[in-house]
C-alpha cells in the first residue's frame, strides 16, 4: 500500500492556472502509475491523466489536452498535475491515484488504481 496526500486545490478565475501535487509514501513510489481522476458535482468520477513508472509515458483526457501535464518527480516520491487555461467545466474535486503496475495500457481505467487519495477541490469561476 502507499499512502496519497493532495494538496494544491483553491478557488480560481477561468484562465488561471493550479498545480495540484500528489505527495506517496509507504512503498517504493517508482514502482507505481500515477493518475489524477475528477468527480464534478452530480457527475461520477473521471479521468483526467495518467503517467507511467518512469514518467515516460503520459495521457489525457481530451478536453484537458494541451491545458494540463501530468509529471512525478520519483526522487521526491511525488506526482503534479499543472493545470493551465482552467475553465468553469474543470470544477471537480480531483483525486489522485496509484497502481503498482509496470505496462503502458489501461491507465486511463478506474479499476487499476488499488491506492487513491483524498479529493481536493479546485473551483474556477467564470
Known amino acids: 500500500q502507499v499512502q496519497l496526500v493532495v494538496s494544491g486545490g483553491g478557488l480560481v478565475q477561468a484562465g488561471d492556472s493550479l498545480r495540484l501535487s500528489c505527495a506517496a509514501s509507504?512503498?517504493?513510489?517508482?514502482?507505481?502509475?500515477m493518475g489524477w481522476f475528477r468527480q464534478a458535482p452530480g457527475k461520477e468520477r473521471a479521468f483526467v491523466a495518467a503517467?507511467?513508472?518512469?514518467?515516460?509515458?503520459?495521457y489525457y483526457e481530451d478536453s484537458v489536452k494541451g491545458r494540463f501535464t501530468i509529471s512525478r518527480d520519483n526522487a521526491k516520491n511525488t506526482v503534479y498535475l499543472q493545470m493551465n487555461s482552467l475553465r468553469p467545466e474543470d470544477t471537480a474535486a480531483y483525486y489522485c491515484?496509484?497502481?503498482?503496475?509496470?505496462?503502458?495500457?489501461?491507465?486511463?481505467?478506474?479499476?487499476?488504481?488499488?491506492?487513491w487519495g483524498r479529493g481536493t477541490q479546485v473551483t474556477v469561476s467564470s
Open positions: 503517467i507511467t513508472r518512469s514518467g515516460g509515458i503520459t
Open positions: 509507504g512503498r517504493t513510489f517508482s514502482g507505481y502509475a
Open positions: 491515484a496509484a497502481a503498482q503496475y509496470g505496462g503502458t495500457f489501461g491507465l486511463r481505467k478506474e479499476g487499476l488504481y488499488d491506492n
